[in-house]
């Protein structure tokens, strides 16, 4: 199936490491001009080189505006925006009790203000375009809170409604806007939690991790003009651990 992807112009937010950066690879597998974005320079240009990327725009985006500063950048450079993914890394683990005002602010901005940046950014260009794609890539706590995720749990809630009013907005006039859920996923940061084989059998019917590569196989079609019908979605990818939605 041709996706009809070759040309269409990418920005992925952390996508020099895991799930975003699977993403990117199968972005340019299918002919995408795909930008990437990282922390530092070094790490950005070393990755960016590995895949064959066109370009990256290095960034922090627990840093305020940064987001919106690096999206006005890109349409400024390259003239369109055709798809853009937002990710970002996991915040700190803590009860509620346990998460400070200083953790609150910083998660908001990385989790939530990040993503309202970019799209300020990004939705006036697609419109003009009458074309766009957005994908947030979330967590199943989106859908089920997790022990001792307090920020994520109500933050990454909210992309969901977030999402789905924008959709409404927008589903007229080319764009879709879709949340992608990602279960428990064989990267580093899972990696290094040292789950015994045992202990991911009883967390996931499907007995094993996902691969990165199977979330980023969704998450590409969901980037083609062929996911035209397909808008203010929340899919999980995690072998079955949702069993209530």
Known sequence: MDLQLKGKKALIFG???GIGLSIAKSLI???ADVYINGRTEDKCARICDEIKAKGFYAGDLTEKGIAKEITELFIKDNGALDILVTNTGG???GNFLDVDTEQWNTDFQSLWLSVVDSLH???PQMEKQNFGRVLLVTSLAAKE???GLT???GLRAGLAGLVRSISNEYASKGITLNLILPGYTNTERLQALNLSEEKIKELVPAGRLGEPEELADLA???AS???AYITAQSIAIDGGVLRGH
Do not use: D, I, M
């Open 220 to 222: 590409t079609f969901l």
């Open 121 to 123: 950014a990004a939705l």
């Open 91 to 93: 915040p700190k683990k």
């Open 145 to 147: 809170p997790l022990p």
């Open 15 to 17: 996508s020099t490491g």
């Open 151 to 153: 920020t994520s749990n």
């Open 225 to 227: 003009p062929r996911a």
């Open 29 to 31: 597998s299918e002919g």
